[in-house]
């Protein structure tokens, strides 16, 4: 069971996410439906930690065997939602991991979305990662990584669907 939480009060999930970087790219995820990349993760399960999720959803979306090489952000994300969250208010907080690299851009395509919309794996130059919509945000500003420390960072998002 995802650790997520949906009430009248609005929407709440745990999230973990990879940062993958393979000679001067970053992975990102995009399906047929949004307007927008998005980072390699997903829900954290009941009684799973967040290592265990990212390595979990970094197999199941890139087929990849990925080791984790550190923890780099600590992410709490205030946004309204979409598609089936048309207008809810979402909080989620997401641990993104930095993956070690393995000399090598090939992936299995990660195939659909839990709600059955066709998903894509997509390399992005970092030096071109401005010229993409791409979530998180904060991505253009941080990667590629300059620090060796956590950050915390807590961002406002009216909606990620324009």
């Known amino acids: 069971m995802d650790c997520a939480i949906t009430n009248k009060d609005g929407w709440f999930r745990y999230r973990a996410a990879a940062i993958i970087i393979e000679e001067g790219c970053v992975l ?8 927008y990349y ?35 952000f600590i992410h709490e994300n205030f946004f309204t939602g979409d598609q089936a ?6 909080h989620e907080i997401a641990l993104y991991f ?17 709600t059955g919309v066709k998903e894509q794996l ?9 010229e993409f919509k791409v979530y998180p945000t904060f991505f253009m500003e941080k990667l590629p990584l300059k620090n060796d420390y956590i950050e915390h960072i807590v961002t406002f998002e009216n909606t990620i669907a324009e």
């Open 28 to 35: 990102m995820a995009r399906n047929d439906r949004d307007p």
């Open 38 to 72: 998005y980072s390699v993760g997903g829900a954290v399960l009941q009684n799973e930690s967040a290592e265990e999720a990212v390595m979990r959803e970094v197999m199941e979306e890139a087929g990849v065997h990925y080791d984790i090489d550190r923890l780099v």
């Open 122 to 130: 997509c390399w992005i130059p970092l030096d071109q990662l401005s």
């Open 85 to 90: 969250l048309v207008g809810v208010p979402c």
């Open 98 to 114: 930095l993956m070690k690299p393995k000399s090598s851009k090939v992936l299995h395509d990660c195939g659909f979305t839990q």
